[in-house]
């Protein structure tokens, strides 16, 4: 069975960083985009970032354009997602997901002082 | 950033078939179409169906899905109670090399 499993999330000040990671398991996770996507509290869900397999091609959503940089290790089978100059509106339960395939547990961050 | 519209709530009855929509525009659903998902109240979302309208095993085939243009649409068949949940759909835009859910439907099985 596919494992993802999220950490890192935590309460930080406004203007505060943060560096999440996931961690796969009993899939090949070389062979997948891998995406975070966020849901704050009561709300929908948003796509916030995706790196391809070989960590050549990142995209990001608008709203954390240049603050946030995913990354990946293949040898670690793990995802990164560094979140700089954090605000009240990332608040958020940030999952990761294989292609939209799967998808860990997530992990709650909370921006505020 | 452009969004997918789904209407924000529906009501069915057990063993009756919702359709659920969702309207994007040529650059995403009208481009490549749109996956759908499932999510229940405090767990992580379910990939239902794949952009090109194909299930991921394990996928009942109560749940099918199609697109008219800029317009996908899933429709269960049969409602059972645990088919009650929030629905997500998800398109790649390609005119801005981003992924977008539409606002999601929280479907409710009377």
């Known amino acids: 069975e596919v494992h993802l499993v999220e950490s890192g999330g935590v309460v930080v000040q406004p203007g505060g960083s943060l560096r999440l990671s996931c961690t796969a398991s009993?899939?090949?996770?070389?062979?997948?985009?891998m995406h975070w996507v966020r849901q704050a509290p009561g709300k929908g869900l948003e796509w916030v970032s995706l790196?391809?397999?070989?960590?050549?091609?990142?995209d990001y959503a608008d709203s954390v354009k240049g603050r946030f940089t995913i990354s990946r290790d293949n040898s670690r089978r793990s995802l990164y997602l560094q979140m700089n100059s954090l605000r009240a509106e990332d608040t958020a339960l940030y999952y990761c997901?294989?292609?939209?395939?799967?998808w860990g547990p997530g992990t709650l961050v909370i921006v505020s002082s | 950033q452009a969004g997918l519209t789904q209407p924000p709530s529906m009501s069915k009855g057990l063993r009756q078939t919702a359709t659920l929509t969702c309207t994007g525009n040529?650059?995403?659903?009208?481009?490549?179409?749109a996956a759908w998902l499932q999510q229940h109240q405090g767990h992580p979302p379910k990939l239902l169906s794949y952009?090109?309208?194909n299930r991921p095993s394990g996928i009942s085939e109560r749940f099918s899905t199609s697109r008219s243009g800029n317009i996908a649409s899933l429709t269960i068949t049969g409602l059972q109670p645990e088919d009650e949940a929030d629905y997500y759909c998800?398109?790649?835009?390609?005119?801005?090399?981003?992924?977008?859910f539409g606002g999601g439907t929280k479907l409710t099985v009377l």
């Open positions: 040529v650059n995403n659903v009208g481009n490549q179409g």
């Open positions: 997901s294989a292609d939209f395939q799967h």
């Open positions: 790196i391809g397999w070989d960590a050549f091609t990142t």
């Open positions: 952009r090109n309208n």
């Open positions: 009993e899939f090949s996770f070389d062979d997948y985009t």
């Open positions: 998800l398109a790649r835009d390609s005119s801005l090399s981003v992924w977008v």
